[in-house]
């Protein structure tokens, strides 16, 4: 979202090492479709003047979120275009959730972003939210932080 939304320098700087080779960008299923639904709520927000019950007014209009779609495309081209490599959940890996929450404190997706990161050894996750702070062996990358230089 920071990306497509130009918040963040720090992102661009990331995609474009991925493009050259230098990186490789996972992603899961769960987190892409966050962001598609993120992204259809703030275009609507912006392109329909919608302020508030975005969701309710998209519902009742149905042609808008035929326009959404295309930019839900869009933001799927570009993980392909940045070569991310996307993966799903499995029951397994639900099956670990309550010791992740019971171990670090997490619930929900964050919980799931853990056990991924267990499971495919990633030390790196690329995040704003503190509440992986809690875990020792992850190191967020904030970015928002704009002292960081890649």
Same mark, same amino acid.
């Given at each position: 979202?920071?990306?497509?939304?130009?918040?963040?320098?720090?992102?661009?700087?990331?995609?474009?090492?991925?493009?050259?080779?230098?990186?490789?960008?996972?992603?899961?299923?769960?987190? $892409?479709?966050?962001?598609?639904?993120?992204?259809?709520?703030?275009?609507?927000?912006?392109?329909?003047?919608?302020?508030? /019950?975005?969701?309710?007014?998209?519902?009742?209009?149905?042609?808008?979120?035929?326009? #959404?779609?295309?930019?839900?495309?869009?933001?799927?081209?570009?993980?392909?275009?940045?070569?991310?490599?996307?993966?799903?959940?499995?029951?397994?890996?639900?099956?670990? #959730?309550? /010791?992740?929450?019971?171990?670090?404190? $997490?619930?929900?997706? /964050?919980?799931?972003?853990?056990?991924?990161?267990?499971?495919?050894?990633?030390?790196?996750?690329?995040?704003?939210?503190?509440?992986?702070?809690?875990? %020792?062996?992850?190191?967020?990358?904030? %970015?928002?932080?704009?002292?960081?230089?890649?």
């Amino acid at each position: 979202i920071y990306f497509l939304t130009g918040q963040s320098p720090l992102v661009k700087e990331f995609f474009r090492a991925s493009v050259e080779g230098k990186l490789k960008l996972l992603i899961t299923v769960r987190i $892409l479709d966050e962001v598609l639904f993120k992204m259809c709520l703030l275009l609507a927000r912006m392109r329909y003047r919608f302020a508030k /019950d975005v969701l309710k007014k998209l519902k009742n209009e149905p042609h808008l979120i035929i326009e #959404l779609s295309r930019d839900c495309r869009k933001i799927i081209e570009m993980c392909e275009f940045f070569g991310f490599s996307i993966f799903d959940f499995t029951f397994k890996d639900l099956q670990k #959730l309550p /010791d992740i929450m019971h171990d670090y404190g $997490l619930v929900g997706n /964050d919980a799931l972003m853990v056990g991924f990161m267990q499971k495919m050894n990633l030390k790196y996750l690329l995040s704003a939210d503190k509440d992986f702070d809690t875990v %020792p062996w992850i190191k967020r990358i904030d %970015p928002l932080n704009k002292e960081m230089v890649w």
